[in-house]
């Protein structure tokens, strides 16, 4: 396989944007930018080759530097809701910034979806990637410790569009890495609502209606949530307040990535698998997806893309019998999160 490198775009007169393309011999095609390390778009062919869009996205950067909701981007430091902002570690207080009414969302007012991230391409016989650095400085959005983080995005042969995120911090402090994809397996058509969703998870953790946690993990029989056996993302969507915003508690983890979703879309025969070695996975249903032009000039509505991203629990520093979200000082934070792109 082999990378094709070109600029993206200017963020200043010193800083430009590169975007990557990556191709396999199935027909799929991913481009990927530094800024933010944001995927923008994934083609992938239906079951008779047409190939569509899979994921909502921006044909420039100035689409990406508009108040856009994290679309294709990475997000860190911490991916989901910090209760209030704030923090105790080690004895003393943290304040983060509050940009989800007074709860911090998301990494802050700058999070790594607006970073400018170091990069590396690299192509072998059976994958092709970059390998994006950032070091997070000390107090950052007001985080303690500097940390090194090192991001790897990368398509194989295999049809995976796999992540790996490596950390270390010079002092300790509290991590939750994700990456933000808008998927629409339709080429964004039409409305998610007819595609099928099936997540590998026990439980759901309650929120309350901010979406912070309360600390209850509520076990899935039936429901509106449950998604354990597979069901269109539509048949119970309208028994929700809004859609689906809710984190998954996934089914056994372990140090390699496990099963935790498929989606299927029926009619084009696309179909995603999502591997992760995280215990959760947030699923989104682009509840505040309005009033923003995409690519091709389409209108990304309410209900128009899924989300489902890896991460540990909202809230967890808040939370101490939730899994730790704690990176200590000379410790190493992995994970790796695959989508795997097949067709039926
Ligand atoms: C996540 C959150 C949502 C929303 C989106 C971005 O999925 O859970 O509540 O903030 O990101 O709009």
């Not at 199935?26 to 930018?33: D, E, L, R």
């Not at 909502?56 to 294709?72: A, Q, R, T, V």
């Not at 270390?168 to 058509?189: E, I, P, R, V, W």
């Amino acid at each position: 396989m082999k990378v094709d490198t070109k600029v993206f775009g200017s963020l200043s007169d010193k800083e430009e944007a590169h975007l990557f393309t990556f191709q396999n011999s199935n027909g799929i095609t991913i481009k990927v930018t530094n800024y933010g390390g944001t995927v923008i778009s994934i083609l992938v062919p239906d079951r008779d080759g047409n190939v569509d869009d899979v994921v909502l996205g921006f044909d420039n950067i100035d689409g990406y530097l508009g108040k856009h909701p994290y679309i294709g981007s990475l997000i860190g430091r911490y991916a989901n809701r910090i209760s209030n902002g704030k923090f105790i570690l080690n004895e003393k207080e943290y304040s983060l910034y509050q940009n989800d009414g007074k709860n911090h969302l998301h990494g802050g007012l700058k999070g790594y979806d607006k970073i400018l991230w170091n990069y590396n391409e690299y192509a072998d016989i059976n994958r092709a990637g970059i390998m994006l650095s950032y070091l997070s400085f000390d107090m950052e959005e007001g985080y303690p410790g500097n940390l090194k983080v090192d991001v790897n995005i990368s398509l194989g042969e295999n049809n995976e569009l796999t992540f790996e995120y490596v950390a270390s911090t010079d002092a300790d402090t509290y991590l939750n890495l994700t990456h933000h994809g808008y998927f629409n397996l339709n080429g964004a058509k039409d409305l998610i609502y007819d595609h099928e969703l099936l997540i590998n998870a026990s439980h759901y953790i309650e929120t309350d209606k901010h979406l912070i946690p309360n600390g209850k993990l509520i076990k899935l029989n039936g429901g509106p949530l449950d998604f354990n056996i597979e069901k269109p993302i539509g048949a119970d969507i309208s028994k929700l307040a809004n859609g689906y915003d809710h984190c998954f508690v996934l089914n056994k983890r372990d140090v390699h990535p496990e099963f935790a979703a498929r989606v299927r879309h029926m009619g084009s025969g696309r179909m995603m698998e999502v591997y992760t070695t995280e215990p959760a996975i947030q699923f989104y249903s682009s509840n505040f997806l309005k009033g923003i032009k995409g690519k091709g000039n389409i209108k990304y509505r309410k209900h128009l893309a899924l989300c489902l991203e890896a991460q540990h629990y909202p809230d967890s520093p808040n939370h101490p019998h939730f899994p730790s979200t704690l990176l200590k000082q000379g410790e190493v934070y992995k994970q790796t999160t695959i989508y795997k792109f097949l067709t039926e």
